[in-house]
Protein backbone atom coordinates (compact mmCIF):
# COMPACT_ATOMS: atom_id res chain seq x y z
CA UNK A 1 0.00 0.00 0.00
CA UNK A 2 3.01 2.17 0.85
CA UNK A 3 4.59 1.69 -2.25
CA UNK A 4 1.58 2.71 -4.76
CA UNK A 5 0.97 5.41 -2.62
CA UNK A 6 4.80 6.57 -3.12
CA UNK A 7 5.14 5.42 -6.77
CA UNK A 8 1.68 8.24 -7.16
CA UNK A 9 3.79 10.97 -5.45
CA UNK A 10 6.69 10.30 -7.85
CA UNK A 11 4.38 10.09 -10.95
CA UNK A 12 2.42 13.16 -10.24
CA UNK A 13 5.83 15.00 -9.40
CA UNK A 14 7.22 13.75 -13.06
CA UNK A 15 3.64 15.11 -14.56
CA UNK A 16 4.39 18.77 -12.87
CA UNK A 17 8.12 18.80 -14.09
CA UNK A 18 6.97 18.29 -17.70
CA UNK A 19 4.18 20.85 -17.41
CA UNK A 20 6.27 23.16 -16.28
CA UNK A 21 9.40 22.04 -19.38
CA UNK A 22 6.34 22.65 -21.67
CA UNK A 23 5.05 25.92 -20.42
CA UNK A 24 9.04 27.19 -20.35
CA UNK A 25 9.33 26.12 -23.95
CA UNK A 26 6.27 27.80 -25.14
CA UNK A 27 7.45 30.94 -23.55
CA UNK A 28 10.50 30.36 -25.43
CA UNK A 29 9.43 30.17 -28.87
CA UNK A 30 6.70 32.86 -28.01
CA UNK A 31 9.75 35.03 -27.02
CA UNK A 32 11.96 34.05 -30.19
CA UNK A 33 8.40 34.90 -32.62
CA UNK A 34 8.12 38.09 -31.29
CA UNK A 35 11.85 38.82 -31.51
CA UNK A 36 11.87 37.84 -35.32
CA UNK A 37 8.45 40.13 -35.80
CA UNK A 38 10.18 43.17 -34.72
CA UNK A 39 13.28 42.54 -36.94
CA UNK A 40 11.41 41.97 -39.84
CA UNK A 41 9.47 44.78 -39.25
CA UNK A 42 12.29 47.02 -38.67
CA UNK A 43 13.86 45.32 -42.02
CA UNK A 44 10.45 46.04 -43.99
CA UNK A 45 10.40 49.84 -42.89
CA UNK A 46 14.58 50.58 -43.60
CA UNK A 47 14.39 48.81 -47.34
CA UNK A 48 10.84 48.67 -48.03
CA UNK A 49 11.03 45.41 -48.84
CA UNK A 50 8.42 42.34 -48.54
CA UNK A 51 9.18 38.85 -46.57
CA UNK A 52 9.29 36.13 -49.25
CA UNK A 53 6.22 33.92 -48.92
CA UNK A 54 7.56 30.43 -47.82
CA UNK A 55 7.36 27.99 -45.23
CA UNK A 56 9.55 27.85 -42.73
CA UNK A 57 9.43 24.90 -41.30
CA UNK A 58 12.68 24.04 -39.29
CA UNK A 59 15.13 26.29 -37.14
CA UNK A 60 18.36 26.25 -39.45
CA UNK A 61 15.57 27.60 -42.27
CA UNK A 62 14.77 30.67 -40.08
CA UNK A 63 18.15 30.97 -39.78
CA UNK A 64 18.71 31.12 -43.44
CA UNK A 65 15.87 33.43 -44.01
CA UNK A 66 17.10 36.08 -41.25
CA UNK A 67 20.91 35.84 -42.65
CA UNK A 68 19.60 36.52 -46.33
CA UNK A 69 17.37 39.53 -45.23
CA UNK A 70 20.52 41.22 -43.52
CA UNK A 71 22.42 40.47 -46.44
CA UNK A 72 19.97 42.45 -48.60
CA UNK A 73 19.48 45.28 -45.88
CA UNK A 74 23.48 45.59 -46.03
CA UNK A 75 23.17 45.50 -49.69
CA UNK A 76 20.50 48.34 -49.80
CA UNK A 77 22.12 50.75 -47.14
CA UNK A 78 25.78 50.89 -48.82
CA UNK A 79 26.69 54.24 -50.89
CA UNK A 80 25.45 53.80 -54.21
CA UNK A 81 25.71 57.29 -56.23
CA UNK A 82 22.59 58.51 -55.03
CA UNK A 83 21.41 56.86 -51.94
CA UNK A 84 22.85 57.24 -48.85
CA UNK A 85 24.30 54.74 -45.58
CA UNK A 86 21.72 54.55 -43.55
CA UNK A 87 18.18 53.97 -42.81
CA UNK A 88 16.98 55.78 -46.24
CA UNK A 89 14.18 54.99 -48.77
CA UNK A 90 13.90 56.27 -52.67
CA UNK A 91 12.13 59.15 -53.36
CA UNK A 92 8.80 57.45 -55.27
CA UNK A 93 7.95 58.71 -58.62
CA UNK A 94 4.91 60.19 -57.60
CA UNK A 95 6.42 62.53 -54.92
CA UNK A 96 8.48 64.31 -58.28
CA UNK A 97 7.30 66.86 -60.35
CA UNK A 98 7.54 66.31 -63.76
CA UNK A 99 9.97 68.42 -65.58
CA UNK A 100 8.81 70.33 -69.06
CA UNK A 101 11.14 69.50 -71.77
CA UNK A 102 12.52 72.72 -73.25
CA UNK A 103 15.22 73.27 -76.44
CA UNK A 104 17.41 76.54 -76.35
CA UNK A 105 19.77 77.97 -78.62
CA UNK A 106 22.24 80.65 -79.33
CA UNK A 107 21.26 82.24 -82.37
CA UNK A 108 17.13 82.84 -80.66
CA UNK A 109 15.39 83.69 -78.26
CA UNK A 110 12.42 81.77 -76.25
CA UNK A 111 10.15 83.02 -74.29
CA UNK A 112 8.14 81.31 -71.87
CA UNK A 113 4.53 82.92 -70.57
CA UNK A 114 3.43 82.21 -66.94
CA UNK A 115 -0.35 83.31 -65.86
CA UNK A 116 1.21 85.26 -62.96
CA UNK A 117 4.02 87.37 -62.19
CA UNK A 118 7.94 85.12 -61.69
CA UNK A 119 9.79 85.64 -58.05
CA UNK A 120 12.16 83.28 -58.92
CA UNK A 121 14.17 81.66 -61.12
CA UNK A 122 16.72 79.39 -61.00
CA UNK A 123 19.23 78.07 -64.01
CA UNK A 124 21.63 74.92 -63.25
CA UNK A 125 24.63 75.95 -64.74
CA UNK A 126 26.40 78.75 -66.85
CA UNK A 127 24.89 76.95 -70.37
CA UNK A 128 21.78 79.07 -70.31
CA UNK A 129 20.77 82.69 -69.31
CA UNK A 130 17.58 83.87 -68.51
CA UNK A 131 15.57 87.19 -67.40
CA UNK A 132 12.00 88.52 -67.04
CA UNK A 133 11.47 90.56 -69.51
CA UNK A 134 10.79 94.19 -68.10
CA UNK A 135 7.67 95.29 -66.82
CA UNK A 136 6.43 92.31 -68.13
CA UNK A 137 6.68 90.40 -65.10
CA UNK A 138 5.14 86.89 -66.14
CA UNK A 139 7.56 87.03 -69.47
CA UNK A 140 10.76 85.06 -69.30
CA UNK A 141 13.01 84.44 -71.84
CA UNK A 142 15.73 81.86 -72.10
CA UNK A 143 19.00 81.83 -74.21
CA UNK A 144 21.93 79.34 -74.33
CA UNK A 145 25.29 80.58 -73.73
CA UNK A 146 27.38 78.35 -74.91
CA UNK A 147 26.95 77.23 -78.47
CA UNK A 148 26.62 73.42 -78.37
CA UNK A 149 26.72 72.48 -74.92
CA UNK A 150 25.98 68.46 -74.92
CA UNK A 151 24.89 68.33 -70.96
CA UNK A 152 21.69 68.80 -70.30
CA UNK A 153 20.53 71.41 -67.46
CA UNK A 154 17.41 72.31 -65.63
CA UNK A 155 15.30 75.36 -65.38
CA UNK A 156 13.27 76.28 -61.94
CA UNK A 157 10.82 79.03 -61.66
CA UNK A 158 8.18 79.65 -58.88
CA UNK A 159 5.17 82.37 -59.60
CA UNK A 160 3.53 84.67 -56.80
CA UNK A 161 0.22 82.23 -57.34
CA UNK A 162 2.19 79.55 -55.38
CA UNK A 163 3.11 77.62 -59.05
CA UNK A 164 6.19 75.67 -59.12
CA UNK A 165 7.49 74.98 -62.98
CA UNK A 166 10.40 72.48 -63.76
CA UNK A 167 12.02 72.50 -67.03
CA UNK A 168 14.93 69.92 -68.52
CA UNK A 169 16.99 72.22 -70.94
CA UNK A 170 18.75 71.11 -73.95
CA UNK A 171 20.52 72.53 -77.15
CA UNK A 172 19.01 72.09 -80.10
CA UNK A 173 20.09 74.00 -83.54
CA UNK A 174 16.51 74.90 -84.33
CA UNK A 175 14.10 74.73 -81.09
CA UNK A 176 11.04 73.51 -82.13
CA UNK A 177 8.92 76.08 -79.88
CA UNK A 178 10.25 80.00 -79.12
CA UNK A 179 6.90 81.14 -77.49
CA UNK A 180 5.48 79.10 -74.91
CA UNK A 181 2.25 79.74 -73.26
CA UNK A 182 2.26 77.68 -69.48
CA UNK A 183 -1.81 77.63 -68.14
CA UNK A 184 -2.88 76.45 -65.04
CA UNK A 185 -6.30 74.63 -64.17
CA UNK A 186 -7.53 77.86 -63.00
CA UNK A 187 -6.52 79.69 -66.19
CA UNK A 188 -9.53 77.42 -68.69
CA UNK A 189 -11.62 76.76 -65.58
CA UNK A 190 -11.59 72.74 -65.78
CA UNK A 191 -10.37 71.59 -62.04
CA UNK A 192 -9.36 67.93 -63.95
CA UNK A 193 -6.51 70.25 -65.77
CA UNK A 194 -4.91 70.88 -62.92
CA UNK A 195 -1.24 69.79 -63.37
CA UNK A 196 1.49 68.45 -60.92
CA UNK A 197 3.48 71.09 -60.07
CA UNK A 198 0.74 74.04 -59.26
CA UNK A 199 -0.15 75.99 -56.36
CA UNK A 200 1.15 74.10 -53.76
CA UNK A 201 4.02 76.78 -52.08
CA UNK A 202 2.74 78.81 -49.75
CA UNK A 203 3.89 82.59 -49.48
CA UNK A 204 4.99 84.59 -46.40
CA UNK A 205 3.03 87.72 -48.03
CA UNK A 206 -0.01 85.81 -47.93
CA UNK A 207 0.20 85.17 -44.17
CA UNK A 208 1.50 81.40 -44.90
CA UNK A 209 -2.05 80.64 -46.51
CA UNK A 210 -1.99 78.46 -49.72
CA UNK A 211 -2.02 80.91 -52.79
CA UNK A 212 -4.56 78.29 -54.64
CA UNK A 213 -6.79 78.82 -51.24
CA UNK A 214 -6.93 82.66 -51.59
CA UNK A 215 -7.87 82.78 -55.20
CA UNK A 216 -10.70 80.71 -55.05
CA UNK A 217 -12.12 82.54 -52.30
CA UNK A 218 -11.52 85.78 -54.07
CA UNK A 219 -13.08 83.85 -57.23
CA UNK A 220 -16.08 82.90 -54.80
CA UNK A 221 -16.99 85.77 -53.13
CA UNK A 222 -16.74 87.66 -56.86
CA UNK A 223 -18.82 85.11 -58.69
CA UNK A 224 -21.57 85.23 -55.67
CA UNK A 225 -21.88 88.38 -55.55
CA UNK A 226 -23.69 88.61 -52.29
CA UNK A 227 -24.10 91.93 -50.39
CA UNK A 228 -24.61 91.90 -46.53
CA UNK A 229 -23.23 95.60 -45.48
CA UNK A 230 -25.34 98.11 -46.75
CA UNK A 231 -24.73 101.48 -44.97
CA UNK A 232 -20.90 101.73 -46.22
CA UNK A 233 -19.88 103.83 -49.50
CA UNK A 234 -20.41 107.05 -51.23
CA UNK A 235 -21.91 108.42 -54.23
CA UNK A 236 -21.11 111.83 -56.07
CA UNK A 237 -20.72 112.71 -59.98
CA UNK A 238 -22.88 110.06 -60.66
CA UNK A 239 -20.29 106.86 -59.32
CA UNK A 240 -20.87 105.42 -56.59
CA UNK A 241 -18.12 103.06 -54.26
CA UNK A 242 -19.52 101.15 -52.17
CA UNK A 243 -18.58 98.25 -49.75
CA UNK A 244 -20.47 94.83 -49.88
CA UNK A 245 -18.78 92.75 -48.04
CA UNK A 246 -16.21 91.91 -45.74
CA UNK A 247 -14.24 88.46 -45.11
CA UNK A 248 -11.97 86.80 -42.67
CA UNK A 249 -9.89 82.89 -43.52
CA UNK A 250 -6.54 82.42 -41.74
CA UNK A 251 -4.85 85.69 -41.38
CA UNK A 252 -6.40 87.63 -44.56
CA UNK A 253 -9.26 90.11 -44.71
CA UNK A 254 -11.23 90.25 -47.67
CA UNK A 255 -13.21 93.57 -48.73
CA UNK A 256 -15.65 93.18 -51.44
CA UNK A 257 -16.00 96.63 -52.91
CA UNK A 258 -18.09 97.86 -56.15
CA UNK A 259 -17.83 100.80 -58.28
CA UNK A 260 -21.11 101.76 -60.60
CA UNK A 261 -21.17 104.48 -63.23
CA UNK A 262 -24.08 106.09 -63.99
CA UNK A 263 -22.71 108.62 -66.94
CA UNK A 264 -22.16 108.48 -69.87
CA UNK A 265 -18.79 108.88 -69.47
CA UNK A 266 -15.98 106.37 -68.51
CA UNK A 267 -14.42 106.52 -65.35
CA UNK A 268 -10.75 105.86 -65.61
CA UNK A 269 -9.17 104.82 -62.12
CA UNK A 270 -5.93 106.38 -61.58
CA UNK A 271 -5.25 104.71 -57.99
CA UNK A 272 -6.97 102.94 -55.25
CA UNK A 273 -5.53 104.08 -51.40
CA UNK A 274 -5.99 102.79 -48.14
CA UNK A 275 -4.95 104.53 -45.41
CA UNK A 276 -5.31 104.23 -41.45
CA UNK A 277 -6.00 107.90 -39.82
CA UNK A 278 -7.39 109.58 -36.75
CA UNK A 279 -10.92 109.64 -36.44
CA UNK A 280 -11.24 112.91 -35.31
CA UNK A 281 -8.37 115.88 -35.84
CA UNK A 282 -8.28 118.48 -34.16
CA UNK A 283 -6.90 122.37 -35.41
CA UNK A 284 -3.35 122.52 -36.34
CA UNK A 285 -2.87 118.96 -35.82
CA UNK A 286 -0.67 116.52 -37.81
CA UNK A 287 -2.27 113.55 -39.54
CA UNK A 288 -0.95 110.50 -38.93
CA UNK A 289 -1.47 107.84 -41.56
CA UNK A 290 -0.67 104.63 -41.85
CA UNK A 291 -0.91 102.99 -45.48
CA UNK A 292 -2.53 99.85 -46.38
CA UNK A 293 -1.38 97.62 -48.84
CA UNK A 294 -3.23 94.72 -50.56
CA UNK A 295 -1.26 91.59 -51.03
CA UNK A 296 -4.18 90.68 -53.76
CA UNK A 297 -6.98 91.62 -55.92
CA UNK A 298 -9.04 90.23 -58.02
CA UNK A 299 -10.92 92.08 -61.03
CA UNK A 300 -8.49 95.01 -60.33
CA UNK A 301 -9.83 97.47 -62.88
CA UNK A 302 -8.54 100.02 -64.06
CA UNK A 303 -11.42 102.24 -66.29
CA UNK A 304 -15.50 101.62 -65.68
CA UNK A 305 -17.03 102.30 -68.98
CA UNK A 306 -19.71 103.90 -69.21
CA UNK A 307 -23.55 102.55 -67.58
CA UNK A 308 -21.41 99.74 -66.19
CA UNK A 309 -20.64 98.59 -62.95
CA UNK A 310 -17.67 96.54 -61.62
CA UNK A 311 -16.75 94.61 -58.46
CA UNK A 312 -13.49 94.13 -56.86
CA UNK A 313 -12.19 91.68 -54.21
CA UNK A 314 -9.24 93.40 -52.26
CA UNK A 315 -7.36 90.59 -49.78
CA UNK A 316 -5.10 92.31 -46.76
CA UNK A 317 -3.40 90.62 -43.59
CA UNK A 318 -5.80 91.12 -40.95
CA UNK A 319 -5.62 93.86 -38.85
CA UNK A 320 -7.68 95.66 -36.03
CA UNK A 321 -8.87 99.25 -36.07
CA UNK A 322 -8.29 101.45 -32.46
CA UNK A 323 -11.47 102.76 -31.06
CA UNK A 324 -10.11 106.22 -31.82
CA UNK A 325 -9.35 105.62 -35.84
CA UNK A 326 -10.99 104.81 -38.95
CA UNK A 327 -9.39 102.92 -42.30
CA UNK A 328 -10.52 104.87 -45.19
CA UNK A 329 -10.66 103.57 -49.00
CA UNK A 330 -10.02 105.78 -51.47
CA UNK A 331 -10.74 106.03 -55.05
CA UNK A 332 -9.04 108.38 -57.82
CA UNK A 333 -10.07 109.20 -60.91
CA UNK A 334 -7.27 109.66 -63.46
CA UNK A 335 -7.29 113.35 -65.04
CA UNK A 336 -10.66 114.46 -63.40
CA UNK A 337 -12.10 115.20 -60.14
CA UNK A 338 -15.23 112.41 -59.55
CA UNK A 339 -12.68 110.79 -56.48
CA UNK A 340 -14.58 109.41 -54.08
CA UNK A 341 -13.75 107.79 -50.72
CA UNK A 342 -15.69 105.84 -47.37
CA UNK A 343 -14.32 104.88 -44.08
CA UNK A 344 -14.79 101.81 -41.93
CA UNK A 345 -14.34 101.44 -38.17
CA UNK A 346 -13.50 98.94 -35.77
CA UNK A 347 -17.31 97.91 -35.25
CA UNK A 348 -17.74 97.73 -39.21
CA UNK A 349 -14.35 95.30 -38.81
CA UNK A 350 -16.04 92.78 -36.30
CA UNK A 351 -18.94 92.10 -38.89
CA UNK A 352 -16.89 90.03 -41.01
CA UNK A 353 -18.09 86.97 -41.70
CA UNK A 354 -15.82 84.32 -41.52
CA UNK A 355 -14.94 81.85 -44.39
CA UNK A 356 -16.04 78.16 -43.49
CA UNK A 357 -16.99 77.06 -46.91
CA UNK A 358 -17.81 78.34 -50.43
CA UNK A 359 -19.35 77.87 -53.69
CA UNK A 360 -18.13 78.67 -57.28
CA UNK A 361 -21.02 79.15 -59.66
Known sequence: MKKTMKTKSISKKIALCLSLTVLCLSLIATKEMFAQSERRDLLDISID??????????????????????????????????????FTRMIPFRRMIPPYGLEVTVEKTVHIIFPAPIIYVDLGNENIIAAVVGEATNVLRVKSAVEGFETETNLAVITNNGSFYSFNVKYAKEPQRLNIEMQDFLSDGDAFNRPNNAMEIYLKELQNESPLLVNLIQRAIYANNNRFIRHIGSRMFGIQYTLKGIYSHGGLLYFHVEIRNATNVNFDVDYFNFTMEDKKLAKRTTVQEIVLRPVRAYNYVTSINARKVENIVLTFPIFT???????????????????????????DLMRAREIKEFHIR
Open 321 to 347: VPPDKVVKFNLNEKGGGRHQSFTIDGD
Open 49 to 86: CKLPKTVIKSNEDVHIEEFSLLNEHRRVIEPQGDIWAG
